[in-house]
T-cell receptor, first 111, second 115 residues
C-alpha cells in the first residue's frame, strides 16, 4: 500500500537555526499536506500542496511539492521556541477518502 | 466558532469496561475519522465515515466500534475486546470530495488510560 517515509525522526537544534525535513514515497501523490502537532493537542494544518513543483510559504515555513510527485519538503527558517512539536506529512490514498501519514519529525529547540 | 470538539479530554477505563469517546463537528463536513496515536508514533486510522449511517474499517478497527446517526457526530466505543487501549485518540473531519484536494481538520484529542 501507499506509505510515507518521513525523516529525520527527531531533530535537536538551537533557537534561530533553520530546519529541513522531508517526506518520501514509492507511490505518486497528487496532494501533500504538512501538519504540526503541539504536545497533547491535535494536528493543525500548516501547508497544503496540490501541484508538482509547487513552492508555498506560510510565514517562516516553506514547503515544496517534489517534481517526481513522490516527495515533499518542509523548511522552517529562524526557529523559535513555539516551533517545538511533531511535524507530519500526509497524502490522500488513491481511490479512497482517507489520508496516509508519515511517522512524524519531532522537533526540539534549545533556547 | 466552527470546529471539532472531542470529549472528554482525559478518560480512564477499568478492565472489562466499554468506554465511549465523543466527537462533534459543526463544520458541515460529510466525512469523519478516528485515529489512534501511541507515544512517539504516527496516526493510525481506526474507522471512518463518509456519510450518515455508513462507515468503514480502517487499519486497526479490531476492538473498536462506531456509529454515525447524525452528520455532526461520530462517537467511538473502545470495547473490552481492545486489550491495549491506552493511547491518544484523535477525531477528524473533512468535506467529501473526489478531487484529491481534501483536507482533514482535527479535534484536540482524548487521552485514554487503563486503571
Amino acid at each position: 500500500g501507499q506509505q510515507l517515509n518521513q525523516s529525520p525522526q527527531s531533530m535537536f537544534i538551537q533557537e534561530g537555526e533553520d530546519v529541513s525535513m522531508n517526506c518520501t514515497s514509492s507511490s505518486i501523490f497528487n496532494t501533500w499536506l504538512w501538519y504540526k502537532q503541539d504536545p497533547g493537542e491535535g494536528p493543525v494544518l500548516l501547508i497544503a500542496l496540490y501541484k508538482a513543483g509547487e513552492l508555498t510559504s506560510n510565514g517562516r515555513l516553506t514547503a515544496q511539492f517534489g517534481i517526481t510527485r513522490k516527495d515533499s519538503f518542509l523548511n522552517i527558517s529562524a526557529s523559535i521556541p513555539s516551533d517545538v512539536g511533531i511535524y507530519f506529512c500526509a497524502g490522500p490514498i488513491q481511490g479512497a477518502q482517507k489520508l496516509v501519514f508519515g511517522q512524524g519529525t519531532r522537533l526540539t529547540i534549545n533556547p | 466558532d466552527g470546529g471539532i470538539t472531542q470529549s472528554p479530554k482525559y478518560l480512564f477505563r477499568k478492565e472489562g469496561q466499554n468506554v465511549t469517546l465523543s466527537c462533534e463537528q459543526n463544520l458541515n463536513h460529510d466525512a469523519m475519522y478516528w485515529y489512534r496515536q501511541d507515544p512517539g508514533q504516527g496516526l493510525r486510522l481506526i474507522y471512518y465515515s463518509q456519510i450518515v449511517n455508513d462507515f468503514q474499517k480502517g487499519d486497526i478497527a479490531e476492538g473498536y466500534s462506531v456509529s454515525r446517526e447524525k452528520k455532526e457526530s461520530f462517537p467511538l466505543t473502545v470495547t473490552s475486546a481492545q486489550k491495549n487501549p491506552t493511547a491518544f485518540y484523535l477525531c477528524a473531519s473533512s468535506i467529501w470530495v473526489t478531487s484529491g484536494k481534501d483536507i482533514q481538520y482535527f479535534g484536540a484529542g482524548t487521552r485514554l488510560s487503563v486503571l
